[in-house]
Nanobody, 126 residues
Framework: VQLQASGGGSVQAGASLRLSCVVS????????IGWFRQAPGKEREIVAG????????YVGDSVNGRFTISRDKNKNTVYLQMNNLKLEDTALYYC????????????????????WGQGTQVTVSS
């Protein structure tokens, strides 16, 4: 399984970005997908996750109401729509796949995800 994240960039506070994660796998719906971020000097944290078949989603407290996650099985792609970006959203964003997820489960644990893409940088300035 390979994951390719894209869509990052440098924006001003209040702007929007949409990150994309293309999953190269024969069975896209086998995987729950998570978006994580890591800022310099901080631990990697989950931002949002979506279960297999998009039955359930999770959005972290710090981004709730601003970020949404979705998946398109026709494009093998998971999206992270980020609105009203804040300075504290600046980080390297990663997407990852959980190959052991049950159908409606979304894990928030970094260790649960066994396939990772490269990061895409999001920088928010004032």
């Amino acid at each position: 399984v390979q994951l390719q994240a894209s869509g990052g960039g440098s924006v001003q506070a209040g702007a929007s970005l949409r990150l994309s994660c293309v999953v190269s796998a024969l069975m896209f719906d086998k995987y729950a997908i998570g978006w994580f971020r890591q800022a310099p000097g901080k631990e990697r944290e989950i931002v949002a996750g979506i279960s297999r078949g998009a039955v359930r989603t999770y959005v972290g407290d710090s981004v709730n109401g601003r970020f949404t996650i979705s998946r398109d099985k026709n494009k093998n792609t998971v999206y992270l729509q980020m609105n009203n970006l804040k300075l504290e959203d600046t980080a390297l964003y990663y997407c990852a796949a959980d190959s052991n997820a049950r159908w409606a489960a979304v894990s928030t644990a970094v260790r649960q995800y066994d396939f990772w893409g490269q990061g895409t940088q999001v920088t928010v300035s004032s």
